[in-house]
């Protein structure tokens, strides 16, 4: 399936497949925009395009990303786990044996190199130029997202950066607090590549910020790549097409050609201003923190502009999509370094980096403990908290059955980690920013030699009773009051709790 080359072929897509409602009535984007994107994406709704946002003469698109069919719509799939294929099938390359598969391994070597972004001359991105005075975020429909913010945000840009040491591209996405017409602030937190590429500049460094892409390439922007992997490569792997960049106007950057708005601008070492609050994906409001100032030099446009938006807040909200994205095309580079991985859960509720469910598969004592420690020390996933461990043949991401054997295999006194490590930034949990406890529980099956007694076997009802009940299902005459039946334990405890 094509995958979508810019933001508008994205909106044709979207509107094809009836995954998109255009809404015409005015909209304030302060608060209002948030309170009705709430209550769609909690429906599992459409993307919205508001084409008369209150102030401005820009749509707003958001929600682009709100359910898993437009997920697996923008990677041209038909489920997450075959982004993750793809991506696993070059991680997973060897040294081939016989024409078809070194016929095999040369289209795959060809998609890697027709990965890197294309240098163009001209770009849509560039068809309105304003520079110096003439720049106006205020142009922009920035929402401010809930009461307690301390402005407009621009939540989903993909900001630019270079390390100046090698000169190597950074994409991500840094969220952008609006200060007056022509700067921001940059809140690239302490464990991100572009605070690093920061860190390693001297006096100015240049930034671009694009917004307003195809989707693979914006959420390429938030993916946990090892730094010195260019996001934009990610993106034309998985869009199975090169990303097309042009020069900067006023800044020695490349930047998306077919992007629908470009900031160009820069940052001085040690011009720093409060940030926040902004009520974040953690729930909470974060509270205010000296960032970077981001000066804008220029802002360019295509004609008929639209500006990309999502809101995050306690989960699930828009956000929970492109963090399973992740979860599902990392799964491979996860099981590359901790090969005993099966699959793993990081539960939307949990806000991501708060719980990792993880199974296994076992093979001497301690391995579950093992594999903690291997995700406390595994890129960002070193920054989760909680981490429950499940042998192999348990669905990770059946919550009920997780908790089933947390509460059968736990010894607590036995079998759960208690450490201490490096936390999310924007955790409000620890005494300490940044740093804090970390909870491991081992929910495996203990053999004696993890000193138990020895381990009861589960209860199974062997195949061949399964194979007789099956074939004669429709015989007991029970299977009519099933279907119209009550929808099982898991809803009679729902409603129970709702009492
Ligand atoms: C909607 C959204 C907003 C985000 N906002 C921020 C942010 O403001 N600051 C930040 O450091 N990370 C933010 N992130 C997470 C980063 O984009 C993510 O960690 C990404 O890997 C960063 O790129 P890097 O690895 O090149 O630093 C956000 C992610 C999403 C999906
Ligand atoms: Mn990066």
């Not at 946002?53 to 682009?64: F, R, T």
């Not at 990303?243 to 601008?265: K, R, Y």
């Not at 203990?446 to 015989?475: F, H, N, Q």
Request: hydrophobic share 40%.
């Amino acid at each position: 399936m094509a995958t979508a080359r810019d933001l508008r072929d994205w909106i044709a897509l979207l509107e094809r497949e009836g995954e998109l409602v255009r809404v015409s009535a005015e909209v304030d984007p302060k608060l209002e925009v948030t309170e009705i994107v709430d209550r769609t994406v909690r429906a599992g709704g459409p993307a919205l395009l508001f084409e008369h946002p209150q102030g401005s003469e820009i749509p707003l698109l958001i929600n682009q990303f709100g359910t898993e069919k437009r997920m697996c719509l923008a990677f041209g799939v038909e489920s997450l786990d075959d982004v993750a294929t793809k991506l696993g099938e070059i991680l997973e390359m060897q040294p081939p044996e016989g024409l078809a598969a070194k016929v095999r391994g040369l289209k795959t070597l060809k998609s890697i190199a027709d990965s890197r972004p294309r240098t163009v001359k001209r770009g849509a991105s560039q068809e309105i130029v304003l520079r110096g005075d003439d720049v106006d975020l205020g142009r922009l429909p920035v929402q401010t997202c809930w009461p307690g913010d301390a402005g407009p945000f621009i939540t989903l840009p993909a900001v630019i950066t270079r390390d100046p040491r090698t000169g190597q591209r950074n994409v991500g996405m840094y969220r952008l607090q609006v200060l007056g017409p022509r700067s921001t602030a940059m809140h690239w937190q302490i464990h991100k590549d572009g605070r690093a590429d920061y860190l390693f500049t001297e006096g100015r460094m240049e930034v671009a910020v694009a917004l307003g892409l195809d989707p693979i390439s914006a959420y390429s922007a938030s993916a946990p790549l090892p730094k010195h992997i260019d996001e934009f490569m990610l993106a034309g792997f998985l869009r199975g097409e090169p990303l097309d960049l042009v020069q900067g106007v006023t800044v020695d950057l490349e930047v998306p050609a077919d992007a629908e708005i470009v900031l160009e601008g820069y940052i001085d070492k040690g011009d720093l201003t409060q940030e926040g609050p902004f009520g974040d994906h953690t729930g909470y409001y974060t509270p205010a923190e000296p960032f970077p100032v981001f000066h804008v030099t220029a802002m360019t446009m295509r004609r008929d502009a639209v500006y990309p938006s999502i809101v995050v807040g306690k989960p699930p909200q828009e956000d929970a999509w492109l963090g399973k994205a992740t979860e599902r095309i990392f799964l491979p580079a996860v099981k590359m370094t901790v090969p005993e991985i099966v699959d793993y859960d990081l539960p939307v509720a949990g806000a991501f980096h708060n719980l990792c469910i993880v199974s296994i598969q076992k093979a001497f004592p301690g391995h579950a403990k093992k594999v903690m420690h291997a995700i406390w020390g595994l890129g960002m996933l070193s920054l989760t908290k909680g981490i429950v461990v499940v042998d192999a043949h348990v669905d990770v991401h059946d919550y009920q059955q997780v908790m089933f054997y947390v509460g059968a295999n736990v010894d607590p006194k036995r079998d759960v980690v208690i450490t201490e490590g490096p936390l999310d930034h924007l955790d409000h949990a620890p005494t300490l920013q940044f740093i804090g406890g970390k909870i491991g529980i081992d929910a495996t099956a203990k053999g004696p030699l993890e000193g138990t007694r020895e381990w009861p076997p589960e209860i199974e009802m062997s195949d061949e009773v399964r194979d007789l009940v099956d074939r004669r299902w429709a015989e007991y005459g029970i299977e009519s009051v099933l279907s119209a039946g009550n929808g099982g334990f898991r809803q009679s405890s729902r409603r129970l709790l709702r009492r």
